[in-house]
């Protein structure tokens, strides 16, 4: 069974730093890509950043790109979002997601607001 516990979400004041982590569990982590979405309130859930299975390939949302970085920890079995210069509009909840299989964890909140 597919389990994603993301953690590390809070309120922070624009411009700062959020590191986002998600534990993995249930399937053998390293054989499978990664991704992290968000969902702002009254917006639909949208891709941030997603990496490859050996982490040399990344990609982000236009609006992410430069700002946040995705790594992923094969040993711990788990996923990171590092989020700098964050922004009001970053404000949402963010899930971790295995590509391939159809589980989602319960989201940690990031709030940015002064």
């Known amino acids: 069974q597919v389990q994603l516990v993301e953690s590390g979400g809070g309120l922070v004041q624009p411009g700062g730093s959020l590191r986002l982590s998600c534990a993995a569990s249930g399937f053998t982590f390293r054989r499978y890509t990664m991704s992290w979405y968000r969902q702002a309130p009254g917006k639909e859930r949208e891709l941030v950043a997603h990496?490859?299975?050996?982490?040399?390939?990344?990609n982000y949302a236009d609006s992410v790109k430069g700002r946040f970085t995705i790594s992923r920890d094969d040993a711990k079995n788990t996923v990171y979002l590092q989020m700098n210069r964050l922004r009001p509009e970053d404000t949402a909840v963010y899930y971790c997601?295995?590509?391939?299989?159809?589980?989602w964890g319960q989201g940690t909140q990031v709030t940015v607001s002064s």
């Open positions: 997601k295995v590509p391939n299989f159809s589980s």
């Open positions: 990496i490859s299975t050996d982490g040399w390939n990344t």
